[in-house]
């Protein structure tokens, strides 16, 4: 269990996998490869500018880091559709932290939360909690806890399974970023990506396991997805997870469903391939 270790140093409750998805009702530098990629008078802080927030929870005012709009190229996606742009990761600064009272969701549902779930904030995550906003950038390790924040706050104010599902999706995608962006010279190179693999296997495990529980039960679009992407999703994650009798009926029903698009389609026809083939791998 390495995914949530050091919660208790910012004054929260150690959680545990099995937490998450309960009680649903109730309830430094920037990276090596980065900047590589980016253009070199171009660091990571100059595509970034400061937003004020408003905490709804405890009223008080602070600042987030956030990506300027229209400033970063969107170069293509990994398979699991996490998106890549050229100039940073923009997945490090998708959430907002309140560092007066712990409150943290992401920026496009940070906003919304409703009294009762105020109240839960102040009781059980405000007493003893502790964070400072960074000064400049997001590290990859700042956005992993920034995440792990928001992942209590969802399970503390009884979110739905899919905004669950969703944050832990982010933040595998967040700790594959930061997996690229070791150095491969550093001495303990190989223990880092051990660990970072571990964890990334670990986030992208409770969003499958969350969807799933969503999707029989939920409307859609659920976490900003038409029932084809998640499906979509569902299906790579499911052989991610070797459950390939899984991912062939999903992609079945994307290629056969009326509303899915030409390009989802094409997706799903290139994971179609991918099982087939590892269905003969496994014949011979
Ligand atoms: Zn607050």
Redesign the pocket.
């Known amino acids: 269990m390495g995914l949530f270790d050091g919660m208790d140093k910012m004054g929260l409750k150690q959680i545990s996998q099995d937490e998450i998805f309960k009680a649903e009702e109730t309830a430094k530098k920037p990276a090596a490869a980065q900047e590589i990629k980016a253009k070199p008078q171009m660091t990571e802080e100059n595509y970034l500018l400061e937003r004020t927030m408003d ?1 709804p ?4 005012k ?1 600042k987030v880091k956030a990506v300027k709009s229209g400033r970063v190229r969107r170069v293509g996606q990994d398979k699991d559709l996490r998106p890549r742009f050229e100039q940073l990761d923009t997945a490090k600064y998708d959430v907002c932290v ?1 560092s ?4 943290a969701a992401m920026s496009r549902d940070f906003k919304n939360i409703m009294d009762p779930q105020k109240k839960l904030v102040l009781e059980n995550i405000k007493p003893g909690f502790s964070y400072e906003e960074p000064a400049t950038l997001y590290t990859y390790d700042d956005a992993i806890k920034r995440y792990q924040i928001a992942l209590v706050n969802a399970i503390t104010c009884g979110r739905k399974d899919s905004e669950k599902a969703y944050l832990c999706l982010k933040m595998g995608w967040v700790i594959r970023g930061k997996s690229e962006s070791l150095d491969p010279e550093a001495e303990d190179y190989e223990a880092q990506l051990k660990k970072c693999k571990e964890d990334e296997d670990e986030a992208l495990k409770l969003a499958y396991e969350g969807f799933i529980a969503a999707r029989m039960k939920e409307e859609f679009p659920m976490a900003g997805m038409e029932q084809t992407t998640l499906d979509y999703l569902l299906a790579v994650l499911s052989m991610r997870f070797d459950n390939y009798v899984n991912a062939a009926k999903l992609v079945t029903g994307i290629l056969g469903s009326r509303l899915a698009g030409a390009k989802i389609k094409d997706m799903a026809r290139d994971l179609k391939e991918e099982i087939i083939a590892h269905q003969k791998e496994k014949e011979e």
């Not at 929870?57 to 008080?60: A, D, F, I, L, T």
């Not at 007066?100 to 409150?103: A, P």
Request: glycine share 18%; proline share 0%; charged share 10%.
């Open positions: 905490c929870v405890c009223g008080s602070f309140c007066e009272c712990g409150y």
